[in-house]
């Protein structure tokens, strides 16, 4: 091969190369724009999980203050993945607005509901706090349950990208997760590890863990 033939191939594979670049850099969504997201947020999300993400009721999550990436995640899972017989995480209604929006969009309503300020919770059962404060801090170590600050953090703040914000969060909705994690594939399929370590608690510590992280902040 002479010198021309070789330059001729480098520039062909370098070119090559740079238009794959331009390419993955166009399917990554953009800076988030959260006023764009403020307008998702508003005509979409309002009715159910409140116009700053701080919902009315225990039937729909606060999302005012979680992390973004984590909100990103979830709404991805609400879809129906490229060869996944089904979604990961099962919900009519959020399947259906979940499908109606781009990377984008989900980028920026993500960062809108982060930057607003969650409302403080309380937990409402005095009579369950203790077995709720023990598991959340110490675990059940005989049936192999860490605790769950060592994920969330001791106040319930998370870790961006990791583990999601759980302070102040309804206790019913707190519930309706942990169950949904003990049956898997056709309610909430989306994370292993907490599929694990809710199958091995009993109803009466599910509610009394999720009625301490009500109260935490």
Known sequence: MNRLSKTLMVLHVAAGLSGLAIQAQ???????????????????????????????????????????????????DFKTQAGAKQAARNNAIMAGMAAALSPQDMVNVAAYFA?????????????????????????VADRGVPACASCHGPTGQGI????????????????????????GPGARNNNEAM???????????????????????
């Not at 997201?37 to 606060?62: E, F, L, R, T």
């Open 26 to 76: 166009a399917a990554e969504p953009a800076k988030p724009d959260i006023n764009r997201g403020q307008a998702i947020a508003v005509q979409v999300c309002a009715s159910c999980h409140g116009a700053d993400g701080n919902s009315a009721g225990g039937a729909y999550p606060k999302l005012a203050g979680q992390h973004p990436e984590y909100l990103v995640k979830q709404l991805n």
């Open 195 to 217: 599929h694990t370590i809710a199958s091995r608690l009993s109803d009466s510590e599910i509610k009394a863990v999720a009625d301490y992280i009500a109260g935490l902040h």
């Open 160 to 183: 961006p990208s990791q583990f999601p914000y759980l302070s102040g969060q309804w206790a019913e909705y707190s519930v309706a997760q942990l169950t949904a994690f003990t049956q």
């Open 115 to 139: 930057a607003q300020t969650p409302k403080l919770g309380y937990a409402h059962n005095k009579d369950t706090v203790a077995l709720g404060q023990k598991i959340y801090r110490g675990g």
